[in-house]
């Protein structure tokens, strides 16, 4: 199973209207010519085996989506689209269950040209019904993978005025929590910094670059010589004689960085690990510190650049000021890992006594807004590996190129032959649930952070890895399948990281699993266990929709047509 993410590319268009659009194509291209409307419609988490037949209007999605919009910024996605591309061999595997399903309905593929076109249609139906059922379970999985939760009583929240004061009194009753733990976070100092009265007077300023909330600028520090330093731009403020002015508890702050800047301090740790990590694409050596802190369960780490450090008699040294940079650093990220429920509870607490409904219930699929749309056909594109070699083996004058059954060679925009369903899901952003854009829930499938959360408390982060290998074990579960492990999402990972010996010491390996677990009965097992409906299940009461006219007189007309058309033999 092949599944993909494409974010919506919000400097392009902030519209959803491009991208339906483009999933129309198809339609165009079916219906030109042809002797049955194959008009493919989108559906949705409605969607089911007996009220099959969806007619949602591609017009609505685009509003739908456009319209459900949480707090982020125009320039921010506000969609994504998921590609769910079954294999060759899963493909396969659900077209035999299709034929199945009909033969067991007295529809059988024979000579008879009129019982050909309604068996390939009633074929091609389920075969889409299939994919919809195993897309909506898919969707399931992906709104559990976020593991986030959702308010139960939107209009019991407090509005917006209502939450600035409750997270005013939030913070300043979890900073009392802290200090009764004797942990006082650096930020608080730097926040009466900027709200100082007192200002000085500076000549000879700077300003070297900018940023959208801050300044580098180049100061004269006396005696210490000139230095730059970043200042935020409302501390910043220009005089009538041009020259400038900061507070001076600002100032006397960063005369106290620029020393610190040039002191060296031994750093004191436990243990250390070097690591190599892509930085901007560049292999960055980095050495990560861990130290024992009795004010945390975990011990603190954090991690600095080796070409900062300077090493002496095996011990390492770097600026007082980035030492201390790193250990706030190191500091915030244990308080939030280990105390950021407590922060979330005396929200909840404050709230609640203020007569406020905090209950969340667990995200759930029927909460996000989501459209699929099942193809039957693929182009090739220019970087398709079939296109690269012909372009390459033309370019040499080596005969031996791809053609496809005609014996025509292939070339950019040619219809891929055989096999081609897919599916494209295109997901909200946000919840559809929530009214109050400020309560929506964000949720991006390309979000990297894992187990981390937001300054709300809220879980962030999506693990891909977790969610298409899920994708496999619903397939597997609900349509009976028995994947060759050696074909599995972690074997195609681990052999990707693998040398090619190894890779063969896993397929040995996989294929002896594989064998074990099919003859000790595991395998149906965990199909029985698994809460996913077995898809014949489903199929066996779904009500198979039909685009072939029902007059006898107009389906003989069609029949014709086609015959005329194609040439084909009726003897």
């Not at 979890?174 to 709200?195: G, P």
């Not at 979330?344 to 607490?349: D, F, P, S």
Request: glycine fraction near 4%; charged fraction near 30%.
């Amino acid at each position: 199973m092949h599944v993909s993410f494409t974010a919506h590319d919000a400097k392009s268009s902030t519209s959803s209207s491009n991208l339906i659009e483009y999933l129309d194509k198809e339609n165009q291209l079916n219906n030109i010519n042809n002797e049955v409307n194959n008009y493919e419609n989108y559906f949705d988490t409605n969607y089911d085996s007996v009220n099959s037949n969806q007619k949602i209007d591609a017009q609505d999605i685009i509003n739908n989506l456009d319209s459900n919009r949480g707090s982020q910024k125009l320039s921010s996605s506000n969609f994504y689209m998921i590609n769910i591309s079954p294999s060759k061999y899963e493909l396969q595997h659900m077209e035999k269950i299709a034929e199945k399903e009909l033969n067991s309905r007295g529809i059988y593929d024979n000579k008879n040209e009129a019982s050909k076109l309604y068996y390939n249609e009633q074929k091609d139906e389920l075969m889409k019904m299939q994919l919809k059922l195993y897309t909506k379970d898919v969707m399931t999985s992906y709104a559990e993978n976020f593991n986030r939760d959702i308010y139960v009583n939107e209009s019991k929240l407090p509005n917006d005025l209502e939450k600035k004061s409750l997270n005013l009194e939030t913070e300043k009753a979890f900073k009392e929590f802290l200090k009764e733990k004797n942990i006082n976070l650096s930020s608080d100092n730097d926040k009466e910094n900027v709200k100082s009265k007192e200002w000085i007077s500076l000549n000879n300023v700077a300003i070297k670059s900018e940023s959208d909330k801050s300044y580098c600028i180049e100061i004269d520090l006396k005696e210490k010589g000139k230095a730059e330093v970043f200042v935020p731009k409302s501390t910043l403020q220009v005089q009538k004689d041009g020259t400038y002015k900061l507070p001076k508890s600002l100032y006397e702050e960063k005369e106290k960085e620029v020393i610190s800047k040039n002191k060296l301090v031994e750093i004191q740790c436990d243990s250390i690990n070097k690591k190599t990590i892509n930085i901007n694409k560049n292999p960055t050596k980095i050495i990560e510190f861990n130290k024992k802190d009795n004010r945390f369960k975990d011990r603190l780490s954090f991690a600095i650049d080796e070409k900062d450090l300077k090493i002496k008699d095996g011990n390492y040294y770097v600026s007082e000021h980035l030492l201390k940079e790193k250990e706030s650093y190191a500091i915030q990220n244990a308080v939030t890992k280990e105390f950021q429920n407590e922060k979330e509870n005396i929200y909840n607490k404050l709230a609640t006594e203020k007569g406020f409904d905090m209950t969340k219930r667990p995200l759930t699929e029927k909460d996000l807004m989501w459209y699929g749309k099942v193809e039957t056909s693929r182009t090739y594109k220019h970087n398709d590996k079939i296109i690269l070699e012909n372009q390459r083996n033309q370019k040499e004058h080596k005969g031996n190129l791809h053609r496809n059954s005609k014996g025509e060679i292939i070339k950019v925009g040619d219809v891929k032959e055989g096999n081609q369903y897919h599916v494209h899901v295109v997901v909200s952003r946000h919840d559809k649930t929530m009214e109050n854009p400020r309560n929506k829930i964000s949720l991006s499938p390309l979000a990297n952070q894992k187990e981390n959360n937001m300054n709300n408390g809220a879980k962030v982060g999506f693990d891909r890895n977790n969610f298409i290998q899920k994708t496999e074990t619903i397939f597997d579960s609900k349509f009976n399948y028995n994947r060759p492990l050696d074909k599995s999402y972690e074997s195609y990972k681990n052999q990707s990281k693998s040398s090619t010996s190894q890779a063969i010491e896993n397929k040995v390996t996989n294929k002896g699993k594989q064998l074990i677990m099919k003859h000790a009965g595991i395998n149906e097992a965990k199909r029985i266990i698994n809460p996913i409906a077995d898809i014949k299940k489903e199929l066996g009461i779904a009500n198979i929709p039909s685009r072939l006219p029902t007059s006898i007189k107009d389906l003989a007309l069609k029949v014709t047509k086609k015959i005329l058309s194609q040439g084909i033999d009726i003897g």
